[in-house]
């Protein structure tokens, strides 16, 4: 599926499959899923390049980057390793594709997610 067409399905609400941060319980686990696809989504629909959002030399993270998901995160109340990892995941879909990065999960590390629906299925 590419990526295009998974921001359809979440801003559709349709359910997709997603990787579990695992056993944190579904509250901590739902605000990672939806800013990973809020992120996501945001990088898709603004035609971002992947360039402009890491530096190649020191593999870091660059200040636009930061700043978007930074927006995104604003009153989410999350922790700081809640927004890690939605950066890193989000990015990860992104830069590699959604698809290819999913078909490397476990299968037991994956869950359904929608984006106005606050359970997390177990797959």
């Known amino acids: 599926m590419t990526n295009n067409k998974v921001i359809k399905k979440w801003n559709n609400n349709e359910i997709l499959n997603s990787v579990s941060m695992g056993g944190l319980g579904p509250a901590y ?9 809020d992120i996501f989504s945001y990088l898709i629909e603004n035609k971002i390049k992947k360039s402009e959002l890491v530096n190649k030399k020191t593999n870091e993270y660059k200040k636009k980057y930061d700043n978007i998901c930074n927006d995104i995160f604003h009153d989410r109340g999350m922790s700081g390793a809640q927004a890690d990892v939605a950066k890193s995941v989000a990015y990860q879909f992104f830069a590699y594709g959604y698809q290819y990065m999913m078909d490397k999960v476990p299968e037991n590390r994956i869950i359904m997610v929608s ?9």
């Open 115 to 123: 984006k106005n629906d606050i359970n997390i299925l177990q797959r």
């Open 29 to 37: 686990e739902l605000i990672i899923q939806k800013n990973i696809f």
